[in-house]
């Protein structure tokens, strides 16, 4: 059995004309679709075909997972917010992040015979990189509380970090994920600044290197694999959104 996934990170749905032609377009891609930041109704630029399942929950927790009814059916999901940190940085503050909690929607699918698990994260940036393993861990316990024939694990670790530390960052996250594989291992960057939502507060800081022309680029989104072959995998480079998407077809 094949199945193809994707991660995309819409920025709120802030640029909809963009966002809703990419989401046409990944959906003749993937067989299911992973969102984050999902605050518009995704279903509107999904074929007909297609079903959708959403965990609305804090202003940090807006997640969907999408897929093609025709090939996938769904067993069973699961939805909870990641641990929060109390503790309020300047940083935090300045920009308003107390409300934020992170979450997980996680949903088994049957197809073929097999059944296949697809957990969709956003992990907090807020508070770095301790908050982040902090968040991994407790979300691997509840994975290893079933068992299904595959694994894929996607979404936006928010591993915010300068191009010459990405590396290091990375390999922290492959600590975790032991026995995981790292689809996109070493790719430079998935996020950059080319469009910025106002309300996350960070407009001005964009519009500071928009002025000097600086393109800061990170990776910040992530696909791993248990017990599945990868067959292909690319990244998007559309506009719409500060994150681009991530495409990877697996074999069991």
Same mark, same amino acid.
């Given at each position: ?89 300047? +940083?935090? /503050?300045?920009?308003?992040?107390? &409300? @934020?909690?992170?979450?997980? #929607?996680?949903?088994? !699918? ?28 407790? +979300?691997? /316990?509840?994975?290893?509380?079933? &068992? @299904?024939?595959?694994?894929? #694990?996607?979404?936006? !670790? ?46 001005? !800081? ?47």
């Amino acid at each position: 059995m094949k199945i193809t996934c994707a991660t995309y990170n819409i920025l709120h749905g802030y640029f909809v004309e963009e966002i809703g032609k990419n989401i046409k377009a990944l959906a003749e891609k993937a067989d299911i679709l992973c969102i984050q930041e999902a605050e518009i109704p995704v279903e509107d630029y999904l074929p007909e075909n297609w079903q959708i399942e959403y965990f609305h929950n804090t202003r940090g927790c807006n997640l969907a997972i999408a897929w093609n009814a025709s090939k996938f059916t769904l067993k069973q999901s699961k939805k909870f917010l990641l641990p929060k940190s109390f503790k309020f940085s300047l +940083l935090k /503050r300045m920009i308003d992040m107390r &409300d @934020v909690e992170r979450g997980v #929607l996680s949903a088994v !699918f049957s197809g073929e015979g097999k059944d296949i698990r697809i957990t969709n994260i956003h992990l907090a940036w807020e508070n770095g990189g301790r908050q982040r393993i902090k968040q991994l861990e407790y +979300l691997l /316990r509840d994975l290893s509380e079933s &068992d @299904v024939n595959g694994e894929i #694990l996607v979404g936006d !670790f928010n591993t915010f970090n300068y191009p010459l530390f990405q590396r290091f960052e990375e390999k922290k996250i492959e600590g975790v994920l032991s026995g995981w594989a790292n689809v996109f291992q070493g790719i430079p960057w998935t996020c950059d600044t080319s469009y910025s939502d106002p309300k996350d507060g960070v407009e001005k !800081f964009v519009k500071i290197l928009r002025i000097f022309k600086i393109k800061f680029r990170c990776r910040m989104d992530y696909i791993f694999s248990k017990n599945l072959e990868v067959i292909s995998k690319e990244m998007l480079d559309v506009p719409g959104s500060d994150h681009r998407p991530l495409v990877a077809t697996f074999e069991i």
